[in-house]
C-alpha cells in the first residue's frame, strides 16, 4: 500500500519560515492536499492540487510538489499557526495520509 | 453553510457492533463521495472507508469484512456499520466530503468517539 512520510515535528520561530516535506514514492505524479489541525477541532484543507489555496487561507501558506516530495512552506511563521499538519493523496480507490507533522511556533 | 454532523459514537465492547451517521446538509449530498476518516487518541489522520456517488465503496484493509459504508441520499446521510469491534478501532470517527477523485476532502464534520474497551 502507499505511504507517505513526514517528519513528527518541526520548530520555528515566530515571523520565520516553516517547511514540512512529505515524501512518497513519484509522488509528484499525484495532487496533494494539506491539512491543518488544532487540536480538539477537525482537520482544515490549507492547501489542495499542491499549491492552490482555498479562500480565506493566508498567504503565507504555499506548496510545492516534485519527484518524491512535496513540501508545505509557512512564511513570517504566526503563534496562529501552531497546529499539527498532514499531507494527503489519492491513490488508486483510496485516500492516504501521511503521519502527521507538529509545528511548534517556539 | 455546509454541515456534517456524525453521531452514534459511544462504548462498546470488543467483539461489539456500532452504526454511525452523518447528517448532511447545505449541499447536494447526492453528488459528493464521502469518506470516513478516524484518529485513534494523540495519533494521526487514518483513511478508513469511501462510497462514491454512484454507490461505489473501498475500504482500508483494516476494516475491511468488518465495516459496511451505506449512503441514503433520500435522507442526506452517511452510515458506518461497524462490526467485531476490535481496541485499535478506538477513535475519533469524522466523517468528510468530496467533489471528485483527486480533490481534497473539503468539509469535516466535528466527529463522534468510539472506544472499543472491556
Known amino acids: 500500500s502507499y505511504e507517505l512520510t513526514q517528519p513528527p515535528s518541526v520548530s520555528v520561530s515566530p515571523g520565520q519560515t516553516a517547511t514540512i516535506p512529505c515524501s512518497g514514492d513519484e509522488l509528484g505524479d499525484k495532487y496533494v492536499t494539506w491539512y491543518q489541525q488544532k487540536p480538539g477541532q477537525a482537520p482544515v484543507v490549507v492547501l489542495y492540487q499542491d499549491t492552490k489555496r482555498p479562500s480565506g487561507i493566508p498567504e503565507r501558506f504555499s506548496g510545492s510538489n516534485s519527484g518524491n516530495t512535496a513540501t508545505l512552506t509557512i512564511s513570517g511563521t504566526q503563534a496562529m499557526d501552531e497546529a499539527d499538519y498532514y499531507c494527503q493523496a489519492w491513490d488508486s480507490s483510496a485516500v492516504v495520509f501521511g503521519g502527521g507533522t507538529k509545528v511548534t511556533v517556539l | 453553510e455546509v454541515q456534517l454532523v456524525e453521531s452514534g459514537g459511544g462504548l462498546m465492547q470488543p467483539g461489539g457492533s456500532l452504526r454511525l451517521s452523518c447528517a448532511a446538509s447545505g449541499f447536494t449530498f447526492s453528488h459528493y463521495w464521502m469518506h470516513w476518516v478516524r484518529q485513534a487518541p494523540g495519533k494521526g489522520l487514518v483513511w478508513v472507508s469511501r462510497?462514491?456517488?454512484?454507490?461505489?465503496?473501498s475500504y482500508a484493509d483494516s476494516v475491511k469484512g468488518r465495516f459496511t459504508i451505506s449512503r441514503d441520499n433520500a435522507k442526506n446521510i452517511l452510515y458506518l456499520q461497524m462490526n467485531s469491534l476490535r481496541g485499535e478501532d478506538t477513535a475519533m470517527y469524522y466523517c468528510?466530503?468530496?467533489?471528485?477523485?483527486?480533490?481534497?476532502?473539503?468539509?469535516w464534520g466535528q466527529g463522534t468517539l468510539v472506544t472499543v474497551s472491556a
Open positions: 462510497i462514491d456517488s454512484d454507490g461505489s465503496r
Open positions: 468528510a466530503r468530496v467533489k471528485d477523485y483527486g480533490l481534497p476532502l473539503d468539509y
